[in-house]
């Protein structure tokens, strides 16, 4: 007769779940950045320092987000990759913004968009043809 495994048993937890780690261990309980907010749209990019091989303490989601960002990557795309949810994500890029490991480029801001009228007489226009 085969001995049971010593300990609590969940059965909610299969064998494909994988880790399952709290969103707030990830981020230290975190839930703004260290440094400045990082849009949705905003592009993320590794600078040319970033070497994660040399950097100690830094998290596995650290180094795989530094990793995605070697290409110029949205932040929405990047927690999409990671499959972890965007509030970690902006914590987590604030971290690597603080190391100088990446860069990250905001969307430009709406007082540069052209105004609505001009866009409805576009569309008007575009719909005359």
Do not use: C
Not at 31 to 50: C, E, I, K, M, Q
């Amino acid at each position: 007769m085969p001995a049971e495994a010593a300990g609590p048993r969940h059965e909610w937890l299969d064998a494909a779940a994988g880790p399952v780690v709290r969103p707030y261990t990830l981020t230290g309980g975190r839930v703004r950045p260290l440094v400045g907010g990082v849009d949705l749209v905003a592009f993320v990019r590794a600078t040319t320092v970033a070497d994660t091989a040399r950097l100690p303490g830094l998290q596995p989601e650290h180094r795989s987000l530094v990793e995605l960002a070697r290409r110029p990557a949205a932040l929405a795309d990047l927690a999409a990759d990671l499959d972890l949810a965007v509030g970690v994500v902006r914590v987590l890029i604030g971290d690597l913004l603080a190391r100088g490991l990446v860069a990250v480029h905001q969307p430009s801001a709406a007082a540069h968009l052209p105004d609505d009228n001009i866009l409805k007489a576009v569309v008007n226009g575009l719909r005359a043809l």
